[in-house]
């Protein structure tokens, strides 16, 4: 296949780009760097050291034999978008191409607009470029679980859920109720996708997922091939913060009760999944709704499987501290259980990685780059409040 990934120097993005290379595809790739420049913004930086575009590209023809085609431009300029597409004609188009980060859009008012206007804007452009183009190519778009909230009723995998309002039943959008502006931004996009299909029948893969971890997939067999790894208060989830905390022996710092419970997947997994949905694109014309996560877990059963690595790898344990919890979100033991058919259906089945096995490989690969994190020490506990 040809496949053009929106945003493809981030975390998911540069891992699918090598995937995609080994497994013989043909991969373009587009960013503006924008990532980069925002980790910086908040006073960090990988914690891996990743190479500049022009090297990585570089990197990987020395490896991997093969060519990533890379055009630096800004996914919010329309023709800018609608050009690359016209000239490469991919099969399918990935769009990572959002501010991705629930902090960063609750910082303050430019902040939470930056993020609605970026993320809503490179998504309509990807839209109506794929209609004015050529509508068969397949967008699988990623969302998140995050527009979900914590509803009492198991979550369906669809679009639309049947509903009895006021006692007359109709077929309805499935509910949402995000959790920050970024979150909120993910829920218009799902919105807008759904139009999109049933105006001009777009063929579309939402695919939304809960927090991804690691820092290898079976393609980084290199230093030069590492995708970015953020620790910071901002931009690392939880899991890879708790693990740079615990390499520089930081308390590992859980936000309120720590029974929060999130669907969480490795990056192997995730790109397995990734993988799995452009080989098997839906139906022309489909919208296809897709949930994707391998453990639900809580925010402290996180940190005792940091624990237990820790004192397998470092030599120590560190120690576990309960903060006040900067988000606004429910703290309780709740259910949280989405439905997952389409991947199975497909053939994906059990883990590749599991969390307790993936926190020894990373506590590995951050000891490394120690001094890396230590000298960003400050940025790990929490500075932006939701209510302000």
Not at 179 to 199: I, P, Q
């Amino acid at each position: 296949m040809k496949i053009l990934i929106l945003g493809i120097d981030g975390y998911l993005g540069w891992a699918l780009a090598l995937r995609m290379v080994k497994r013989g595809h043909e991969v373009i790739g587009v960013d503006n760097f924008y990532t980069r420049r925002a980790v910086e913004e908040v006073g960090s930086w990988s914690a891996l050291p990743i190479l500049s575009m022009d090297d990585r590209v570089k990197a990987v023809e020395e490896i991997y034999g093969s060519r990533i085609i890379f055009h630096e431009a800004d996914v919010t300029d329309y023709d800018s978008v609608r050009h690359i597409i016209e000239e490469h004609r991919p099969d399918a188009i990935v769009h990572f191409a959002e501010q991705r980060s629930a902090p960063y859009s609750m910082i303050d008012i430019n902040h939470a607009s930056y993020t609605i206007t970026n993320n809503l804007k490179s998504t309509l452009n990807v839209i109506y470029s794929i209609r004015d183009v050529d509508r068969r190519i397949h967008l699988l778009k990623m969302g998140t679980l995050g527009e979900f909230g914590y509803p009492a009723f198991k979550l369906p995998e669809d679009a639309f859920v049947d509903a009895v309002i006021n006692g007359v039943k109709d077929r309805i959008l499935v509910p949402r109720w995000a959790g920050s502006w970024y979150h909120w931004s993910k829920v218009f996009d799902s919105f807008m996708l759904v139009y999109a299909n049933k105006l001009w029948g777009l063929t579309i893969t939402d695919f939304h997922q809960g927090p991804v971890y690691g820092t290898r997939t079976s393609e980084i067999v290199s230093d030069e091939l590492f995708t970015r790894f953020d620790f910071d208060d901002v931009w690392g989830t939880v899991f890879n913060r708790f693990c740079a905390e615990a390499v520089i022996g930081h308390e590992l710092t859980v936000y309120g009760s720590g029974l929060q419970k999130k669907g969480f997947t490795s990056l192997e997994d995730t790109i397995d999944a990734l993988m799995l949905l452009l080989e098997n694109p839906p139906s022309d014309g489909e919208y296809r709704t897709v949930y994707h996560y391998r453990e639900i877990l809580t925010l402290n059963t996180i940190a005792e499987l940091v624990r237990d690595a820790s004192r397998e790898v470092l030599g120590y344990e560190p120690r576990v501290a309960h903060i006040p919890n900067p988000r606004v979100e429910p703290e309780d033991d709740l259910y949280y259980e989405p439905e997952r058919r389409v991947l199975p259906r497909l053939g994906m089945y059990g883990l590749r990685r599991n969390m307790r096995d993936e926190a020894r490989g990373i506590l590995r690969d951050l000891s490394r780059f120690r001094d890396r994190i230590e000298a960003k020490a400050h940025v790990l506990k929490p500075r932006v409040r939701w209510r302000g």
